[in-house]
């Protein structure tokens, strides 16, 4: 588990993350998204132990994570820029692994061969981008993290390897409740990996949601009453995101559950109702019009 409490962080004067409280539980996957200095890689910096906040505590697992030796032999951060040694072969990394994870394993090690089919004799630093992403993760999932820290980790994969890797993260969510906190700027690249969801900016989470929930609680319905006048009476009993107007016909995303929702609204007399799908992108973009902000100036 991992518990971030009222963290700031500046460099010079500028607060790359402020005052932030986040937690993420065991075996959960949890998707930090931000636009470009939001503050995303100063935070997961810090969660991981390798820079400390000026302010505020974090800890996995009950412990203070920076240069906390015991935390960082169970936590692996792939950072956006990833530094292997100069002139090492892939197989030389992965000795250094096994040096410092004592949960180092070979076996997996091998069977992961199957899945990146990278020559272990190759010297990595001659590997293309996406492929020496993909040694991180091989070297990473070697290690059975209980912790993995993603800074961007889509960028450079082609398709068929971004599946790849989704899938060997469930399996280890799956089968040894390992904890994922992965950043982006792109909720569509990571909306299926993820069971919760943090928007950063300003070095603060402005909206932080349960994926579940959020696709369960948040309602995209049509209708047209066949009195306008009893419009304001109907829109008054429900919690309204976003409302449009095209003619007599209402567009409204509304919160809520789903069935009281349909009982206050086929209460009216109606000429149409319709309750369609939500994206996960449109939830947020009206969840965030309905704390005051513009998506568009977040996210992409
Ligand atoms: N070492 C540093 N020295 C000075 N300023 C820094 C340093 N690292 C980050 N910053 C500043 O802190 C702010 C947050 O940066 P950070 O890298 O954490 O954002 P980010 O959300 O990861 O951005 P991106 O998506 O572009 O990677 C930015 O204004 C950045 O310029």
Redesign the pocket.
């Known amino acids: 588990m991992i518990e971030v409490h009222s963290v700031s962080?500046a460099?010079?004067k500028?607060k790359?993350?402020n005052e932030l409280s986040l937690s993420v539980t065991k075996g959960s996957i949890y998707g930090l998204l931000?636009?470009?200095?939001?503050?995303?890689?100063?935070?997961?910096?810090m969660i991981a132990g390798i820079n400390r906040p000026d302010k505020g505590t974090i800890k996995i697992d009950q412990q203070p994570s920076y240069e906390n030796v015991a935390i960082k032999e169970r936590v692996i951060f792939i950072p956006?820029v990833i530094y292997f040694f100069p002139q090492a072969t892939v197989a030389q990394m992965a000795s250094q692994y096994r040096k410092y994870y004592p949960n180092w394993n070979q076996e997996r090690f091998n069977q992961l061969a199957n899945a990146f089919s990278i020559d272990v004799n190759r010297k990595v630093h001659r590997l293309s981008k996406g492929m020496k992403r993909q040694v991180a993760f091989w070297l990473a999932l070697s290690t059975l993290p209980d912790v993995l820290i993603l800074?961007?980790p889509i960028d450079g994969l082609d398709p068929v390897m971004r599946k790849k890797i989704k899938n060997l993260l469930f399996q280890d969510v799956a089968e040894r409740e390992m904890t994922v906190l992965v950043?982006s700027?792109n909720l569509r690249e990571i909306e299926d990996l993820c069971d919760h969801v943090g928007i950063?900016h300003d070095?603060q989470i402005i909206i932080e949601k349960e994926i579940d929930d959020l696709k369960t609680d948040t309602h995209k319905i049509q209708i047209a009453l066949s009195d306008p006048t009893h419009e304001e009476h109907l829109l008054n009993q429900l919690h309204i995101l976003h409302q449009e107007k095209r003619g007599s016909i209402l567009l409204l995303i509304v919160k809520g559950n789903e069935e009281k929702i349909r009982k206050i609204i086929q209460s009216t007399e109606l000429l149409l109702f319709d309750l369609l799908p939500l994206t996960l992108e449109e939830i947020f973009i009206y969840e965030m019009e309905d704390i005051g902000y513009e998506i568009e100036k977040i996210l992409l």
């Open positions: 962080k460099y010079n500028h790359a993350v931000g636009s470009n200095g939001a503050g995303k890689t100063s935070l997961l910096k956006d800074d961007e950043s700027h950063m070095g």
